[in-house]
């Protein structure tokens, strides 16, 4: 009985040092990508705690990218700021990805209706994204673009942001450029706008309702831009 308690032990630690090894085997390959690379489907058939993409491909053609990756579970998706290719996250049709936190600081990044995201963070590069988030955030150089019905629980808006979905917005942070004119379908800030210094809000069609009206944060109008829809009453409190 004690050999066999032995034995076991010698099986676990052997299959654990087996997967490091995997692991780290998988890290080199996907973390080693050069430009001429492209089009490398990635899908993980285990769990990867940090994806660090450096660079991809520019993609075959129209709608395809230098990188995909589908089928994998990442707690953090890292898009380095070298990065000048294309990655797509279950960008084709029915494909499924989870990622806990996304950062994009580099490249094109479009990431699926299919993916489980809970944070996207973009701070450098353009982001399209699809997938519904409880928090996305363009900061600093970072572009954003809130694709189809993408949900948001929290945005958060310091470098630039497209909204291009008819969802709800339920808490809003803006102190950049917020651009509703690309979509005209209507849509709903819920909480309080909280505004800020450098908040660039674009929606002259009046497509947003904004529930619980707009608020200037250690700021004044003249640190903001408004082009909101005509003959509306604003009232200060």
Known sequence: ???????????????????????????????????????????AATAITNFNVYQAGAGAGTGQHGMA?????ITTLSVTESCTGTLGVAMTSGATA???????AGGQVSIGPGTTLTTLLVSGGTCWNQANAT????EES???????AATVGTL????????????TITTLNCGGPLDFTQDARARVVTNTA???????????????TWTAGLKLNRC????????LAKDKTWTPT
Do not use: H, M, W
Not at 135 to 138: F, H, M, P
Not at 156 to 167: E, I, L, M, R
């Open 1 to 43: 009985a004690e050999r066999t308690a032995i034995g076991d032990q010698q099986d676990v630690v052997r299959a654990v040092l087996n997967q490091r090894a995997a692991d780290a085997q998988a890290a080199a390959i996907l973390e080693g990508l050069t430009p001429g690379q492209r089009d490398v489907l990635v899908q």
């Open 135 to 138: 928090t996305a955030t363009a």
């Open 69 to 73: 990756i589908t089928g994998s579970t």
């Open 156 to 167: 958060n808006v310091f470098g630039t942001c497209y909204y291009n979905s008819s969802v």
């Open 194 to 208: 909280q505004l800020y210094k450098g908040a660039d809000i674009k929606d002259p069609n009046g497509t947003v």
């Open 98 to 104: 989870t990622v806990t936190t996304a950062k994009i």
């Open 142 to 148: 970072g572009t954003l673009y809130e694709e189809k």
């Open 220 to 227: 004044s109008l003249k640190d903001v831009s408004l082009d």
